[in-house]
């Protein structure tokens, strides 16, 4: 017996110096993408944009098991927050590190607002009541002339800078929208595994089941729009910043299903199927964008094959970031 448990240390340190090995590559390749032709960079910049997207409204989607079809109207809400401070629009020029809290919080605020009226609504009726919202914040914008100079968008946005690092170039960009992610996610996973992360999961479950227990479904519901939105008002900003220049045209309904479809094809409450969903909506396209009377077909059928073979997503929600930390490091 004693043969077989020193057999099985080297083999058990060979498995984790693997594994450590293939986080430093993966980590390499990710901080190496800056160095790509800008069109690469650009297609980076744009998956985690998608990304971070996904992630927000994965919380409502995905944990609380509510269906959201305006999380489009929180993302305009950042970028018009940023748009608005940081250009001769109104003659205010505010750096990217106040800006940011400031879209959190108007985010935060926007999602409870929303929220509220949708405490008591479910299914397909509270899929209606967002849609609705998300429409209003567009048609809002797009009349609002005097604030946010109607369907003309607002153009000549100020270049970002962080801790006086300039954010000009899509690589520069691209850096801080990773550390963005990676922050976003760690945010994401711990809150899942909180408390309220259990709340959420029994709302999704069985909600009047959930409320007989003793959850406050009220607070928890209003939590996950919260925390939802600021999310995507803080990628709205980055988007912003990136873009230095914004439109209604960029917050449409189409955004929204977008995003939703990312998540579903992915993996439902799993933050590696945001990724991967994103990969397959964003990526695939750009492969096929020399077959120009093709790609939306192969897409198309793409994605019915994917919910047809893999309706739990293309990542199942028990594989979790830890579960497959844990298979690179198995002893």
Known sequence: MSDQVLSAVPARRASRVLGLLMLLGAGAAL?????????????????????????????????????????????????????????????????LILILPISAALGALAGILLGIPVLRLRGDYLAIVTLGFGEIIRVLINNADRVTNGPQGITRLDKASLFGLPLATPGEIYLL?????????????????????????AI???????????????????????????????????????????????????????????????????????????????VLPELLRGFDEWRILVLGLTMIVLIIVRPQGLVPRSLSPERLLGALFSR
């Not at 990773?178 to 595994?193: D, M, P, S, Y």
């Open 31 to 95: 901080l190496a993408v800056p160095l790509l032709p800008n069109y690469y960079v650009r297609i980076a910049d744009s998956l985690l944009i998608y990304i971070l997207l996904g992630m927000g409204l994965n919380i409502v989607i995905g944990y609380a098991g509510l269906l959201d079809l305006g999380f489009v109207a929180f993302y305009a809400v950042g970028a018009y927050t940023y748009a608005l401070l940081a250009s001769p629009h109104f003659g205010l020029h505010l750096p």
């Open 177 to 201: 929208l990773l550390a963005t992610c990676l922050l976003t996610g760690i945010l994401v996973w711990r809150l899942e595994k909180s408390i309220i992360g259990k709340a959420w999961a």
């Open 204 to 282: 999704r479950e069985d909600q009047d089941a959930a409320r007989g227990i003793g959850i406050d479904t009220v607070r928890a519901k209003l939590a996950a729009f919260a925390i939802s939105a600021m999310i995507g008002a803080i990628t709205g900003s980055i988007f912003s910043a990136f873009q230095r220049f914004v439109s209604p045209e960029s917050f449409t309904f189409q955004e929204s299903v977008l995003i939703v479809l990312m998540i579903v094809i992915g993996g439902i409450g799993n933050i590696l199927g945001v990724i991967a969903g994103a990969a397959v909506l964003l």
